[in-house]
């Protein structure tokens, strides 16, 4: 069931013992969704645990540093920034995924698997619904609230060049600014230039990486175990890589491939007018209309054939 903010507030205000489940491969926004949103509990009273399958990247230290909460066993589970309960990643999804009693986010390809969900498409980040409805119920946001819900926009927005971003979302990060003094330059230094030795190997790379298709309407980055391990880049480092798969001029569509243990994660970005989000939905998978991903098993090569194959269709 889809809710608004006044039903999302008299739930957060009745809660208690709150599970905050973020995605796997953790980014920006779901990091700072659930420790902004986690402050806000706190300062309602109530105790609240952010969950994640795999670790969160050093970079956000700044943020996850107050620690992910105690533990206990919760009453309230909470989803942020997650549009399918596959995307929490097995034993998460095992433990929670039927479970969930609200979902707080901003993908259209939301599955509606929690009992209430508060969606807002609109929003360029999980984290501009979290400070709506932080203003909504009037509850304080702290410094470190306000710098991990600023790191969530900024990210999810590209550092507000996509066109996901609103005036709402510069609005936001103004606010920030003028009554927190946050330190924005700082934060996006390291969200958006700072890099690995592995990772700037990796960008080296890119001219025998990427393969282009349908007169380089389509670009394709594959980074597969062997080549992360021959560039000594770690697959965590790869985070904010997808957009390189658009930079090329003339190019509609992007890829970028990575593989895991068990599958192949792929993610979409479109530069102009294709709507990635139907692609991946058709393939499993889902998104926003310009930045989307779908999960593959099975032969690499099989694998692009089929993502050359399907989107051709999209391409006139
Ligand atoms: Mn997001």
């Given at each position: 069931m889809y809710i608004g903010f006044s039903e999302a507030e008299t739930f957060l205000r009745n809660c208690r013992d709150a599970v905050i489940i973020t995605h796997r491969n953790p980014d920006g926004d779901c990091i700072g969704a659930g420790f902004g949103l986690k402050d806000i509990l706190t300062e309602l009273g109530i105790r609240s645990r952010v969950v994640c399958h795999d670790s969160f990247p050093a970079r956000y230290d700044f943020i996850t540093s107050v620690g992910a909460g105690e533990d206990f066993e919760p009453q309230t589970i909470i989803a942020v920034d997650i549009a399918d309960t596959k995307l929490m990643g097995e034993d998460i999804e095992a433990l929670y995924g039927s479970k969930v009693q609200l979902c707080i986010d901003h993908h259209?390809?939301?599955?509606?698997?929690?009992?209430k969900t508060l969606l807002r498409g609109d929003a360029a980040a999980a984290c501009e619904i979290i400070y709506d409805l932080a203003l909504h119920m009037g509850v304080k946001v702290s410094r470190h609230c306000a710098m991990s819900l600023y790191t969530g926009i900024a990210t999810d927005s590209g550092c507000f060049k996509y066109s996901c971003t609103t005036p709402r979302s510069h609005e936001i990060a103004a606010k920030m600014m003028r009554e927190y003094d946050i330190d924005f330059a700082l934060i996006n230094r390291n969200m958006f230039d700072v890099k690995s030795p592995g990772r700037m190997r990796l960008e080296a790379s890119l001219g025998s990486l990427l393969e282009s298709y349908y007169d380089g309407k389509l670009h394709i980055i594959t980074v597969t175990k062997e080549t992360a391990a021959s560039l000594g880049v770690?697959?965590?480092?790869?985070?904010?890589?997808?957009p390189m798969t658009i930079q090329?001029?003339?190019?509609e569509v992007g890829i970028l491939i990575r593989q895991r243990d068990n599958d192949y994660k792929c993610s979409f970005r479109s530069a102009?007018?294709?709507n990635v989000s139907e692609i991946c939905q058709n393939l499993g998978g889902g998104g926003h209309v310009k930045a989307a991903g779908c999960n593959l098993t099975g032969d690499i090569d099989e694998i692009k054939k089929l993502l050359v194959d399907t989107v051709g269709g999209y391409l006139e």
């Open positions: 259209i390809s939301n599955k509606n698997y929690a009992e770690a697959m965590e480092e790869l985070e904010g890589f997808a090329l001029e003339g190019s102009n007018n294709v």
